[in-house]
């Protein structure tokens, strides 16, 4: 016996971006919609399934998909509205599901089993797809099957605004007929290779020889072969003991010059961020700790939009800071954490300004990654004296 048949279910808010618009503006339903930067500049962030007949997809550079669709509505989008949004889907499943993971600020995995005792798993996802919409009037699709990978596929076969049961055992046959490049990770260079091989569909990789395929693409054949059995193994991990990032630094001497204080702080918001953007994550919440010599330690967090932004992340944690510190006091160590972390596809480059952003935070981080993560640094941790804009 190996336990109890696993059920997992993959949630995905279909258009996620483009549906907030369409809400909160029903003029746009039905109509090509991208959301993105301005026309000429930027990429698609999402695009509703009307500007995608037209071959527009997330990722396009937006002179590309105005080629393309030039009748196509664009928007700027709404960042406030999608965290709103996606932390009001989370708590409709965190009220719901045993174990669910946030995959990304619009998907998620939600793990069944043992479920099956008392529910029947697959009308109990169905309920909770209908509890979503009905609440949010946002469309979702779920795939639910054995494993993670399945019920990822699954959910992309079942959109828009579907859903798809795998059953146990039918793994592989579901898979047979799919191209290759379903499998997340199977890029342009090898999807081309294997179809040098003759391999096209997700059959043709599961009858291929696994040391065929380690000779072309080394272990990554393997992993392919495994896949195309419809074998996965990964875990869904719990969202409120996803990982957060964190720094503190209990000084070596009590310090109660606030201007070195908020200097400090200034500092370790930076690093935290730049891990924040080599882990390749979002924030939704940053929290400031402060302890006083007499280990009095207080601590303070706030909810923000999803950011990886320095300039969105310092003048929260001097904010909070403020609420915090008591004035005049020495303080004998100084934190600062990120949570609620959550992916970044191309959902981070949203924004007014933010291909600029980008473009500015990839220079600076490549300078770190490049001579150290101390090497920039912002004015006010460069010990002026003076008190920089916020």
């Not at 499943?93 to 005792?117: N, V, W």
């Not at 008392?118 to 699709?141: C, V």
């Not at 200034?266 to 935290?272: A, N």
């Not at 700790?289 to 992340?313: A, G, N």
């Amino acid at each position: 016996m190996n336990g109890p048949q696993r059920y997992i279910a993959h949630f995905d808010l279909d258009s996620f971006f483009v549906s907030v618009e369409v809400l909160n503006d029903p003029s746009l339903k039905g109509k090509p919609v991208i959301v993105g930067g301005s026309r000429e500049r930027g990429v698609v962030t999402s695009c509703s399934y009307e500007a995608r007949k037209f071959g527009v997809h997330s990722a396009m550079p937006m002179n590309r998909a105005m080629k393309l669709c030039p009748h196509a509505i664009v928007v700027r989008g709404t960042r406030g509205e999608y965290s709103r949004y996606s932390r009001w889907v989370t708590d409709i499943i965190a009220a719901k599901a045993p174990l669910f993971e946030k995959a990304s600020i619009d998907e998620f995995y939600l793990d069944l089993t043992g479920m099956d005792r008392f529910f029947d798993p697959y009308q109990w996802t169905i309920d909770l797809r209908s509890e979503i919409i009905e609440k949010t009037q946002l469309p979702i699709s779920f795939g639910l099957a054995t494993n993670k990978m399945i019920a990822k596929i699954a959910t992309d076969e079942a959109k828009p605004n579907g859903y798809l049961f795998v059953q146990p055992g039918m793994e592989k046959q579901f898979l047979a007929p799919l191209p290759v490049n379903k499998f997340p990770g199977v890029g342009e260079h090898t999807f081309l290779t294997l179809k040098s091989m003759g391999i096209h569909t997700i059959r043709d990789l599961a009858n291929t020889p696994v040391a065929m395929l380690e000779k072309k693409l080394g272990k990554y054949g393997a992993d392919l072969w495994q896949k195309s059995q419809g074998r996965h193994f990964g875990e869904v991990h719990a969202y409120h003991e996803a990982k957060s990032i964190s720094t503190e630094n209990t000084f070596e001497e009590n310090i109660t010059d606030e201007e070195r204080l908020l200097s400090e702080l200034v500092r370790m918001t930076e690093k935290v961020a730049f891990e924040l953007r080599q882990d390749e994550k979002l924030t939704g919440c940053i929290a400031v700790k402060v302890r006083y010599p007499d280990f009095e330690t207080t601590s303070r967090q706030t909810t923000i939009d999803y950011t990886l932004r320095d300039d969105e992340l310092i003048p929260v944690a001097i904010d909070l800071f403020h609420k915090l510190y008591r004035k005049g006091q020495p303080v004998r160590l100084l934190g600062v954490r990120l949570s609620e972390l959550t992916q970044h596809p191309v959902q981070a480059s949203l924004f007014d300004d933010a291909e600029k952003k980008n473009k500015l935070y990839k220079a600076i981080d490549d300078v770190k990654n490049t001579f150290g993560k101390t090497s920039l640094k912002k004015a006010r941790t460069l010990g002026s004296g003076k008190r920089a804009d916020k």
